[in-house]
């Protein structure tokens, strides 16, 4: 089943709603953070790949949660000093979320990706096509350069 985030709305760093749609011709990398969290090293690489892929379309989404092991209870104003000055953060980072039990989105949409159901810990990946539909999910475990996940980027990128 493809599951089409067009017209999810989410909610940027400055309270903006925004539907995913209007990302289209982009392809997404959805990510729920933690600042102090096992993974959030994670940082360092995801900033790697939007240095390396943003000019040919891929757009980072980073959605700060603390729904995992209270990893993520600091402001958004925090967070995004945290980002910026530890791992030199330039990609999107939006409004906190919750990404299970009761979410928000674009979790809520999210969940339904195969593997159904929520997310599982701090740094799971959704990849999203151009076209707005999800192309796959990726556990926390899956690194940002992770040979799947970059084929995957770079086919999405090139469709």
């Keep these: 089943m493809l599951i089409d985030v067009q017209n999810t709305t989410v909610m940027s760093a ?51 949660c603390n729904d995992f092991g209270n990893q993520e209870p600091d402001s958004l104003a925090i967070i995004k000093n945290f980002c910026s000055t530890k791992f030199g953060v330039e990609f999107e980072i939006m409004q906190k979320v919750h990404a299970k039990g009761e979410t928000t989105e674009p979790y809520t949409t999210l969940n339904k990706v195969e593997p159904k159901g929520d997310v599982e810990w701090n740094f799971e990946k959704f990849l999203i096509g151009k076209d707005s539909n999800v192309i796959a999910r990726f556990k926390p475990s899956v690194q940002p350069f992770d040979d799947n996940l970059i084929a995957a980027i770079e086919v999405a990128l090139d469709s």
Excluded: M, R, W
């Design 14 to 64: 400055e309270g903006k709603a925004i539907k995913l749609g209007q990302y289209s011709e982009n392809v997404l990398l959805v990510v729920n953070v933690a600042s102090y969290c096992g993974n959030t090293a994670q940082y360092e690489d995801l900033q790697k790949l939007h240095t390396k892929y943003s000019k040919k379309g891929l757009k980072i989404l980073a959605f700060p």
